[in-house]
C-alpha cells in the first residue's frame, strides 16, 4: 500500500510540513494518531471543513487513527486566524449545540466504530484549567515577540488584537499536549492558516515533554483566482442539507470555473488520480462531463447516493429541457407575495443580497420568468405568472428557483 503521505502530496494537499522526511516515515512505519480541531463557530460544518475531513478520511484509509476534536473550549474564544474582525462570542448553550450537529454530520466521513476514531471535546480539559497554573506551566514557553510576528495576529494589529483572542495560540497548543498525554497523539493536522498554531503546540510538546511530535497543514480551498472556494450569493456553502440544499449543493460544483475542477476532483473525491488526471484535461464542452462527474460525486460523499441521483436528475431535467424538477430550491410565497413585486419577493427569500442587486441584475437582463427576460425592475407578480402555482426563476446563466404558491 502506497504511504498516506504520498497519496496526500499526490492529490494536492499537503501545503506545509515541520519535518517532511520524519512525517513521511513515521506514516510509514506507524499507525499514527493525529487530530483535526473543529471550533463550533456555527450549527454546520462548511466546504472548508469538508476539505479536512477528506484528509483525514484518507488517513484512516492508511491505518491511522483520527481524534476530531470539537472545540467545546476554544470555541468560547474564538480563532483570530484569517479574521479582520472578533468572531461573535458564544453562549455556551450555543457551544454544545454546534458541537453535537459538528458530530452527527462528521461520522458520514470517518468511522468511529471500535475505537477507529476518537470524537473529544477540548472542554472537557480547558474549562477545568487553573489559570495562575496554566501561565506557570506553559507561560514561560511562549515568546510574546515571536507570537506577534504570527500571521493570525499580525493582519488584525490595525484593528487591534483582543488579549481574549490573543490567549487562543495558547489553548490550541495545549490541546496538543493533552492529546499527547491522553492518547499519544502525535501529529496535528489544520488548513495552512492554522500552521502558526500548530507550530506553537509542536514546540510545546517537545519543550515541556522533550516528545517528537508533527505538523502538517493542507491547502485552503481557493479558486484559480485565489479567492475563497464555497461562497455563495447566500453565504457559506454548507453540509447541512437544511443550509444548503442537496440540489443547490450539487449545482455549485457542476458550476465552477473550468481552471478547478481538476483541483477539486483531487481533492474532494476518491477517485483515481489516472481518472482524475484524464477527467481534468477535458476542454471546451467536454468539460461539463468532468463537472457532472465531480457533482455527483461530491454531493453522493456529503448527502448520500440517494439525494445525489435526486440532484442529478433535477439537473439534468431542467438542464435538459425538460421542465423544471421538485429538487430545484423551492421559495413558498404567501397570497400576499404572489401579489407583490418580484424584486420585493425575490430579495427577501434571499435570491438577492439585496434589491440593488436585483435592479442590476434585470438592467443587464439576466433574470428571467417562465423562460422570458425580466425587463421591468418593478414587475408585479400575478395569477399569469403562474402554471400550476408554480413558477420558475432563471438568476444569471446556471441558478434556478421555484416559485410556489402557499
Given at each position: 500500500m502506497a504511504n498516506v503521505f504520498d497519496t496526500l502530496k499526490e492529490r494536492g494537499f499537503i501545503q506545509q510540513c515541520t519535518n517532511e522526511d520524519e512525517v513521511r516515515s513515521l506514516l510509514e512505519n506507524e499507525q499514527v494518531t493525529f487530530y483535526i480541531g473543529f471550533d463550533p463557530t456555527a450549527d454546520s460544518l462548511h466546504v472548508g471543513h469538508f476539505l479536512g475531513l477528506m484528509a483525514m478520511a484518507h488517513m484512516q484509509r492508511a491505518?491511522?487513527?483520527?481524534?476530531?476534536?470539537v472545540g467545546g473550549g476554544t470555541g468560547t474564544v474564538g480563532d483570530p486566524s484569517g479574521r479582520t474582525d472578533m468572531r461573535k462570542m458564544l453562549t455556551d448553550e450555543m457551544i454544545e449545540h454546534n458541537c453535537n450537529c459538528f458530530k452527527k454530520q462528521m461520522q458520514r466521513f470517518i468511522d468511529f466504530n471500535d475505537g477507529r476514531a476518537l470524537m473529544v471535546n477540548n472542554g472537557d480539559w480547558l474549562r477545568a484549567l487553573n489559570?495562575?497554573?496554566?501561565?506557570?506551566?506553559?507561560?514561560p514557553h511562549f515568546s510574546v515577540n515571536r507570537m506577534l510576528t504570527a500571521e493570525c495576529y499580525k493582519q488584525r494589529m490595525e484593528k487591534g488584537l483582543t488579549f481574549l483572542e490573543f490567549n487562543y495560540m495558547i489553548m490550541q497548543a495545549y490541546d496538543f499536549m493533552e492529546l499527547n498525554h491522553r492518547y499519544g497523539c502525535k501529529l496535528e493536522m489544520g488548513g495552512d492558516d492554522q500552521w502558526s498554531n500548530i507550530i506553537a503546540g509542536v514546540e510545546l510538546v517537545r519543550r515541556k515533554e522533550a516528545k517528537p511530535v508533527y505538523g502538517l497543514t493542507f491547502t485552503l480551498l481557493?479558486?484559480?483566482?485565489?479567492?475563497?472556494?464555497?461562497?455563495?450569493?447566500?453565504?457559506?456553502?454548507?453540509?447541512?442539507?437544511?443550509?444548503?440544499?442537496?440540489?443547490?449543493?450539487?449545482?455549485?460544483?457542476?458550476?465552477?470555473?473550468?481552471?478547478?475542477?481538476?483541483?477539486?476532483?483531487?481533492?474532494?473525491?476518491?477517485?483515481?488520480?489516472?481518472?482524475v488526471k484524464r477527467l481534468g484535461a477535458y476542454k471546451d464542452q467536454q468539460i461539463n462531463e468532468a463537472k457532472t462527474i465531480l457533482a455527483y460525486e461530491v454531493t453522493k460523499l456529503v448527502h448520500g447516493e440517494a439525494e445525489a441521483d435526486?440532484?442529478?436528475?433535477?439537473?439534468?431535467?431542467?438542464?435538459?429541457g425538460q421542465g423544471a424538477s421538485a429538487d430545484i430550491p423551492t421559495l413558498e410565497l404567501t397570497a400576499a407575495e404572489a401579489g407583490s413585486k418580484l424584486l420585493d419577493v425575490l430579495t427577501q427569500h434571499g435570491v438577492f443580497a439585496s434589491k440593488g442587486e436585483g435592479r442590476r441584475?434585470?438592467?443587464?437582463?439576466?433574470?428571467?420568468?417562465?423562460?422570458?427576460k425580466v425587463t421591468d425592475v418593478d414587475m408585479v407578480l400575478s395569477e399569469e405568472c403562474f402554471r400550476e402555482n408554480a413558477a420558475l426563476i432563471k438568476k444569471g446563466k446556471k441558478k434556478y428557483y421555484r416559485l410556489v404558491k402557499a
Open positions: 491505518g491511522h487513527r483520527p481524534i476530531c476534536l489559570y495562575i497554573n496554566l501561565l506557570r506551566e506553559v507561560g481557493t479558486k484559480s483566482d485565489g479567492k475563497k472556494m464555497g461562497k455563495t450569493a447566500g453565504g457559506a456553502l454548507w453540509l447541512d442539507p437544511e443550509k444548503t440544499s442537496p440540489y443547490e449543493f450539487y449545482q455549485y460544483w457542476r458550476n465552477v470555473d473550468d481552471a478547478d475542477v481538476e483541483k477539486c476532483l483531487a481533492l474532494l473525491t476518491f477517485l483515481p488520480m489516472d481518472e435526486k440532484a442529478k436528475a433535477a439537473a439534468e431535467a431542467l438542464f435538459g441584475l434585470i438592467q443587464q437582463n439576466g433574470l428571467s420568468l417562465n423562460d422570458e
